[in-house]
């Protein structure tokens, strides 16, 4: 069996929603300080609904591969439904990664965490403003 599944060569060589948003509404940068790999999310959301993702991923195949995922699972979700987004099912919409590289998956359900909490903390400063 080959290493990497068709889906994770695929979204590995024609990442989705690749880039950067200027004026995000929620930013998340996670890193691996085992493998040293970084990624960051950047999150567009209008009423409660991720509007635009885009992510910037320093790191491996996998890595890229899981983010591109990762944006297309949660692109026009609402945010609660992104919030729930596991790396099981990021692993499991690219048919599967190898054990060793599930830590890759781990770090795309951080990253979008990461820029939905960003997301949070600005909302409520802006209410509290
Ligand atoms: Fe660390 Fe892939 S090897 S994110």
Do not use: W
């Not at 024609?14 to 509404?25: C, F, H, K, S």
């Amino acid at each position: 069996m080959a290493l990497y599944s068709e889906k994770v060569m695929d979204h590995f060589r024609n990442p989705r929603n690749l880039g950067v948003i200027e004026d995000a509404d929620g930013v998340g940068e996670v890193g691996n300080a085992k493998c040293g790999d970084i990624m960051k999310m950047y999150l567009k959301i209008e009423d409660d609904t991720i509007q635009d993702v885009k992510f910037e991923t320093f790191g491996c195949a996998s890595a890229i591969a899981s983010s591109s995922m990762a944006t297309e699972l949660i692109k026009g979700q609402p945010v609660s439904k992104a919030m729930e987004l596991t790396n099981q099912a990021v692993a499991e919409a690219l048919d599967g990664l190898p054990d060793y590289k599930l830590h890759c998956s781990v770090l795309a359900e951080q990253a979008i965490k990461s820029a939905l909490e960003d997301y949070e903390s600005k909302k409520e400063k802006k209410n509290n403003a």
